[in-house]
Nanobody, 121 residues
Framework: VQLQASGGGLVQAGGSLRLSCVAS????????MGWFRQAPGKEREFVAA????????YYEDSVKGRSIISRDGAKNTVYMQMNSLKPEDTAVYYC???????????????WGQGTQVTVSS
């Protein structure tokens, strides 16, 4: 499976971005799609995830209330709308696919190439 992430960019604090991630094949109802991020010098960390079948969503505390993860089954695409962006949100954002829900990087089998999000103060 290939995942193609896009939508990153440079935005001022308080601004918004919508990230997209397209999968090269149908995403199964048992799959979980996640977004992770990695800032320079830091470990890759969980941001949000969605169960493809049920649509149940999960968020890391620092983005809860500011971000919305959603899916479009017809387009094999997962989105993450990020609002009220802060400088500390600056990172490379990766989408990933897992067979079941987890917040652990090691549980995700497929990864996109990453898209840079830079938030200026």
């Amino acid at each position: 499976v290939q995942l193609q992430a896009s939508g990153g960019g440079l935005v001022q604090a308080g601004g918004s971005l919508r990230l997209s991630c397209v999968a090269s094949r149908r995403i199964y109802s048992s799959n979980v799609m996640g977004w992770f991020r990695q800032a320079p010098g830091k470990e890759r960390e969980f941001v949000a995830a969605i169960r493809w079948g049920s649509g149940m969503t999960y968020y890391e505390d620092s983005v809860k209330g500011r971000s919305i993860i959603s899916r479009d089954g017809a387009k094999n695409t997962v989105y993450m709308q990020m609002n009220s962006l802060k400088p500390e949100d600056t990172a490379v954002y990766y989408c990933a696919m897992a067979r079941s829900y987890s917040r652990a990087v090691r549980e995700y089998d497929y990864w996109g190439q990453g898209t840079q999000v830079t938030v200026s103060s």
